[in-house]
């Protein structure tokens, strides 16, 4: 059993900067692909973005050019390197992946942007 914990979200001014963080209790090697998805209130979960075991990146249109995700895997932690965040980006981050055919995913972490 592998537990994901996000960590790394907070409040932060239009136009600023945040990196959250998805730490593994295990491996994440071994993880066919980790991702990082959110939810605002009322709406559908989107993808934001994910990366392989191999590394490649795949972003949702909304923030490419502004999210980027990356690993670390001496620390078996995949982050993600938000900038030019807008109130648009208010959500609950989870980071979530598949290792050896089964979904992982972690509790969340809320990031709220103000206007």
């Known amino acids: 059993q592998v537990q994901l914990v996000e960590s790394g979200g907070g409040l932060v001014q239009a136009g600023g900067s945040l990196r959250l963080s998805c730490a593994a209790s295990?491996?994440?090697?071994?993880?066919?692909?980790i991702e990082w998805y959110r939810q605002a209130p009322g709406q559908q979960r989107e993808m934001v973005a994910s990366?392989?075991?191999?590394?490649?990146?795949n972003y949702a249109d909304s923030v490419k050019g502004r999210f980027t995700i990356s690993r670390d895997n001496a620390k078996n932690t995949v982050y993600l390197q938000m900038r030019s965040l807008q109130p648009d980006d208010t959500a609950v981050y989870y980071c979530?992946?598949?290792?050896?055919?089964?979904?992982?995913w972690g509790q969340g972490t809320q990031v709220t942007v103000s206007s």
């Open positions: 990366i392989t075991s191999g590394g490649t990146t």
């Open positions: 979530g992946g598949r290792r050896f055919s089964i979904d992982y």
């Open positions: 295990g491996s994440i090697v071994r993880f066919n692909y």
